[in-house]
């Protein structure tokens, strides 16, 4: 089975605009979450999907230096932008990344992908489908059936979102999800506003430029409530908003 990738990322974004290219320790955010990726060493392929606004003409630049490849389409249609970078590719089953989490475990990475390619027939996979892992660690894995069936079928936000469509349509889909103990999906280290950043770059400056285990970041988020506190207020948006 050939899973490929797909790292979504432009530079506009209404709560932190540019945040995929600051600089978080010795590389971006995005270099982030393209190192997690392939540190996992479950992909077959990777790539960055950015939009044709000129303002992503930064991401290109920056996807170049990575060593990773590039793909852009339409902005808001975010399902079309993978169904085209899909298109000219061999796979079977996109694991679908936002390039807004830099500190994804690539163990989880790879874990998410044994288990896909060990059940067959499965649909869609995700750790976030009974979310237990801090939010902005989550994976979450498409086959080839379901995929094409949400970009044949999806409209609006689901477009927005890639997935969303698989898991609140998912019709006599099969879906799968993966949980992990103890809990902490009360934690939030995906960035998102200001106040995220604080808390990711205290996590970096103490932690090391480095891919950290997720049961080694729960436990220092855990010891350090003051550093948990700096986004506790911060509230995701709806599918529907954002």
């Known amino acids: 089975m050939r899973i490929v990738g797909i790292v979504q990322a432009r530079m506009g974004s209404t709560r932190l605009p540019g945040k995929v290219l600051r600089e978080l320790g010795d590389r971006s955010v995005l270099g982030w979450v393209v190192r997690a990726a392939r540190e996992a060493g479950a992909l077959d392929d990777l790539v960055v999907a950015t939009t044709t606004e000129p303002a992503d003409d930064a991401v290109v630049a920056e996807c170049h230096r990575l060593g990773v490849a590039c793909h852009r ?13 899909l298109a000219g590719r061999r796979w079977d089953a996109v694991m679908r990344f936002t390039a807004d989490c830099p500190l994804l475990d690539p163990e989880v990475i790879r874990e998410a992908a044994l288990v896909f390619r060990a059940v067959p027939g499965l649909d ?10 801090p939010r902005g660690i989550d994976v979450e894995l498409a086959g080839r059936a379901a995929f094409e069936r949400a ?5 609006g936000y689901h477009r927005t979102h890639v997935t969303s469509y698989l898991y609140e349509q998912p019709g006599d889909a099969r879906l799968l999800g993966l949980a992990y103990r103890p809990a902490a999906d009360d934690l939030r280290v995906t960035l998102d506003t200001e106040d995220d950043w604080r808390l990711i770059s205290a996590v970096v400056a103490e932690l090391g430029d480095r891919c950290v285990p997720v ?4 436990g220092w988020l855990r010891e350090r409530p003051e550093v948990c506190g700096l986004n506790a207020h911060v509230r995701q948006k709806a599918l529907q908003d954002a």
């Open 73 to 85: 389409g339409p902005v808001d249609d975010v399902l079309t932008r993978f169904a085209q970078v």
């Open 124 to 133: 869609y996979l995700s750790t976030s489908l009974a979310r237990t892992l």
């Open 151 to 155: 970009d044949a079928e999806a409209a």
């Open 215 to 218: 049961r080694t970041l729960v």
